[in-house]
């Protein structure tokens, strides 16, 4: 058995890291409430933009729909790879990045694929394995629509230019503090509604509808864009807390466990002294 003195040191150095486990999820706890109010309150106009984005360009000739609607022989893909640049949470970032894997492997295998990476921590691990066409990892210091904005039309320019065939966005969908789930989405070419509701409702356009849905895309695609980073930062902390959570919860009962084995020890060595003390005076008598 360790001595004493080993003992308090492991009990000391768990304590701190306690400390730190502890504030770091009142920290997360604290920005997922931010974060995930703001996403709740996005969800609703960014999901109706995109159904009548949707609707509209399923009834469109393929002309009409304009470039970001034309789906080509897909030969060269782009995968954005949305993680966080700080680590301590969980299966958060590992889990994009297997699924990037997973991607290139199955349904891009013989593709040529490359990645735009969003987070320091996916870049650390992707950039060994694919070539990476544009790497940033400032936009969650500053998480708005008009720094993002830069961005979505990054994307859709290298597709306009035919630099690439698809574009894919990668992320962690938030669902609650202890839940995110793993999402894929084809972010360009825009995939049409394959069915269009016979209630719909009838709607006048002017000036056309073609215009009108040209106009849209562009502002739809950066919103979704926003949504992903938007949905992958509450999920961050979500994960963050929830790990931090377990983390200190486990060092709880390590700290138990350590606190017992050190009051045996103590009471073993007293009880020793004792038998000593008791032996000597056993022997002076005799």
């Known amino acids: 058995m360790a001595n004493l003195k080993e003992i308090r040191n492991r009990i000391s150095s768990i304590g701190s890291t306690m400390k730190i486990t502890s504030a770091m999820k009142m920290v997360s706890a604290a920005k997922l409430k931010k974060a995930s109010d703001a996403i709740v309150q996005m969800r609703p106009y960014s999901n109706k933009l995109t159904e009548l984005l949707q609707n509209l360009s399923a009834t469109l000739d393929s002309d009409d729909g304009g ?47 490359s990645v735009f990476s969003i987070g320091k921590k996916g870049n650390d691990l992707l950039s060994k394995e694919f070539d990476i066409f544009q ?104 994960a963050r807390m929830t790990a931090m959570h377990k983390a200190t919860d486990n060092a709880t009962e390590l700290r138990d466990d350590l606190l017992l084995a050190y ?8 009880t020793n002294e004792i038998l000593e003390i008791v032996g000597g005076a056993e022997a002076l008598n005799n």
Request: aromatic share 10%; net charge negative; hydrophobic share 40%.
């Open 67 to 113: 470039v970001y609607t034309v789906e080509r022989d897909v030969k060269k893909v782009l995968i954005v790879a949305i993680t966080s640049n700080r680590g301590l949470c969980g299966g958060f970032n590992s889990a994009v990045v297997k699924e990037v894997m997973h991607l290139a492997k199955t349904k891009y295998a013989r593709k040529d694929v």
């Open 263 to 270: 009051n045996k020890a103590r009471q073993a060595a007293i």
């Open 135 to 238: 790497f940033e990892s400032e936009l969650f210091d500053h998480l708005t629509f008009e720094n993002t904005a830069p961005f979505a039309q990054i994307l859709m320019e290298e597709f306009e230019k035919g630099s690439y065939d698809q574009i894919d966005l990668v992320y962690n969908r938030f669902k609650n503090a202890a839940t995110q789930i793993m999402t894929t989405e084809q972010f360009l070419p825009i995939v049409s509604s394959d069915e269009v509701s016979d209630n719909s409702t009838d709607y006048i356009f002017e000036p056309n509808k073609a215009e009108i849905v040209q106009g849209l895309i562009p502002k739809s695609l950066k919103m979704q864009l926003f949504k992903a980073l938007r949905d992958s930062y509450a999920a961050e902390h979500g």
